[in-house]
């Protein structure tokens, strides 16, 4: 595929997901979404009386339909593609709010340096090769159960008809239960386990690599669980222990490593996210999700065609150029 193609798609994308969620002058709109993404700043600075129009649109969706939009769109993309086999990598983001709003979607934080509360956003990629393609986006709420929002990831995946070979989690995600929506799911999984006294107490104890059975207690709408996983110990020097929480097999407990060492990708992923991240000073979560999904959109494209051909940086100011070509044949 030519380079300069990915841009125009994706512009044309842009409009295409403004119309399914009835935005009004979906050209107009993603001219000044693109060019605010390209800036780094407000779409209330390129254009307030838009972003206005834009707003008042958006607040009209719940975010529900915000993900299951983006998810149709990553579907469609991604089908085409024909991928085959994929890892894949959750991770839970956080945008800084400064204000002093509280709601279902502002999680309290320490105020340091400004920062009196956060949004939390579940992103789950498929990883391809050096690619990392987001297909699921969700803004979570305050005392969200977070294996049910993952668990709901992996049922829409399964939509794709791709395999999966393994779901990547780092410490946050390491819980009863989910583990337990994992093997529900019937679904490989390498989770990395926080020290805690069991960990701590198990390396003391256990000073060569080895694979130990552990059952996790947890609590979930007020009924006492439990799940079992196995739990490997990895020594790689004298003063790390790597711990995982899996079900998978290796003979050589060095492969357990290089794997989890995939989901470093996804860090990756979102520091290039943030060069398009569009600022808002909104608390309504509707504004919030839809403009990460944008940002998200683009990367999404950037990744499946242009990652080798451009900088994303560059890709990006390529589609707010196209998006310009596009609005100059409408109005001629």
């Not at 679904?187 to 926080?194: D, G, T």
């Not at 003979?251 to 290039?272: A, C, G, H, P």
């Amino acid at each position: 595929m030519h380079g300069l193609i990915s841009p125009k798609m994706l512009s044309k994308q842009l409009v295409r997901l403004l119309k399914k969620l009835c935005i009004n002058r979906p050209e107009v709109i993603s001219r000044v979404i693109s060019e605010a993404s390209k800036c780094n700043t407000y779409v209330e600075t390129i254009n307030p009386h838009v972003s206005d129009a834009l707003h008042w649109n958006v607040k009209r969706d719940y975010p529900e339909t915000l993900t299951s939009e983006f998810f149709r769109f990553s579907k469609e993309l991604m089908r085409k593609l024909r991928f085959g086999s994929v890892d894949l990598i959750a991770d839970v983001t956080e945008e800084n709010f400064y204000g002093t709003h509280t709601g279902l979607y502002t999680h309290g934080w320490t105020g340091e340096r400004g920062v009196v509360s956060r949004f939390h956003y579940l992103v789950v990629s498929a990883l391809f090769r050096n690619k990392i393609i987001p297909f699921y986006v969700e803004i979570l709420p305050i005392g969200v159960y977070i294996a049910e929002a993952l668990g709901k990831a992996l049922d829409w995946f399964k939509g794709l008809n791709l395999h999966i070979r393994s779901v990547l989690l780092d410490r946050g995600f390491y819980s009863g239960d989910v583990l337990n929506t994992l093997q529900v799911e019937r679904a490989k999984y390498l989770v990395f386990v926080p020290k805690n006294k069991w960990v701590k107490r198990m390396i003391n104890d256990n000073p060569q690599d080895c694979v130990l059975e552990h059952e996790i207690k947890y609590t979930k709408n007020k009924r006492n669980c439990a799940v079992s996983s196995s739990h490997v110990f990895f020594h790689e020097q004298e003063d790390y222990t790597w711990v995982f929480a899996t079900n998978i097999q290796f003979e050589d407990m060095k492969m357990y490593v290089s794997l989890y060492k995939k989901r470093w990708n996804i860090e990756t992923m979102f520091r290039v996210h943030d060069e398009a991240r569009i600022k808002t000073k909104s608390v309504q979560p509707e504004i919030r999700l839809f403009y990460f999904l944008i940002s998200m959109l683009f990367l999404l494209i950037w990744n499946l065609y242009a990652k080798d051909k451009s900088s994303f940086k560059r890709f990006i100011i390529q589609t707010c150029e196209e998006i310009k070509q596009l609005l100059k044949k409408i109005h001629a």
